[in-house]
């Protein structure tokens, strides 16, 4: 693994532990969620870290400075390269993820092909947050 995007992880919420899915998938949050996700990985894709973090939950911005935000976003995706193709894998409501606090968030892997890492993992995982919206916690690339 790339050592910016592992320190990327070291500052998220999302850990790369197994997600415990919940017995019922909740349809309307997974497709808040996920559309959430979209419009902020086009931003991470167009390089805007610094729109990235401050479009992020909380969660994440308390996790993690804006400027180490940057300095890790823009090393680890620099190294993986531009995006190719982005293949939606699963989407998956949950109340609980490892080390993180209980809530509502949604587990959304994309298999992705970059240009100097063609078969590559990104894991982003919304929360929805008290006033019902949506915001990224997590990002993992693998």
Do not use: C
């Given at each position: 693994?790339?050592?910016?995007?592992?320190?990327?992880?070291?500052?998220?919420?999302?850990?790369?532990?197994?997600?415990?899915?919940?017995?019922?998938?909740?349809?309307?949050?997974?497709?808040?969620?996920?559309?959430?996700?979209?419009?902020?990985?086009?931003?991470?894709?167009?390089?805007?870290?610094?729109?990235?973090?401050?479009?992020?939950?909380?969660?994440?911005?308390?996790?993690?400075?804006?400027?180490?935000?940057?300095?890790?976003?823009?090393?680890?995706?620099?190294?993986?390269?531009?995006?190719?193709?982005?293949?939606?894998?699963?989407?998956?409501?949950?109340?609980?993820l490892p080390h993180a606090p209980a809530g509502?968030?949604?587990?959304?892997?994309?298999?992705?092909?970059?240009?100097?890492?063609?078969?590559?993992?990104?894991?982003?995982?919304?929360?929805?947050?008290?006033?019902?919206?949506?915001?990224?916690?997590?990002?993992?690339v693998r």
């Amino acid at each position: 693994m790339n050592k910016p995007i592992a320190v990327l992880l070291a500052g998220a919420v999302l850990l790369a532990g197994s997600v415990r899915a919940q017995d019922a998938q909740d349809p309307a949050a997974v497709a808040a969620a996920t559309d959430s996700a979209t419009r902020w990985i086009a931003m991470v894709d167009a390089g805007k870290w610094g729109e990235t973090w401050d479009q992020a939950a909380p969660a994440l911005q308390a996790a993690v400075t804006k400027a180490t935000w940057s300095a890790s976003m823009d090393g680890g995706r620099k190294a993986v390269g531009a995006v190719k193709s982005r293949k939606l894998q699963s989407a998956t409501f949950t109340h609980a993820l490892p080390h993180a606090p209980a809530g509502d968030y949604v587990v959304i892997q994309y298999a992705t092909e970059f240009a100097n890492k063609p078969q590559s993992m990104e894991t982003v995982v919304p929360m929805r947050l008290p006033d019902g919206s949506w915001k990224v916690s997590g990002y993992y690339v693998r």
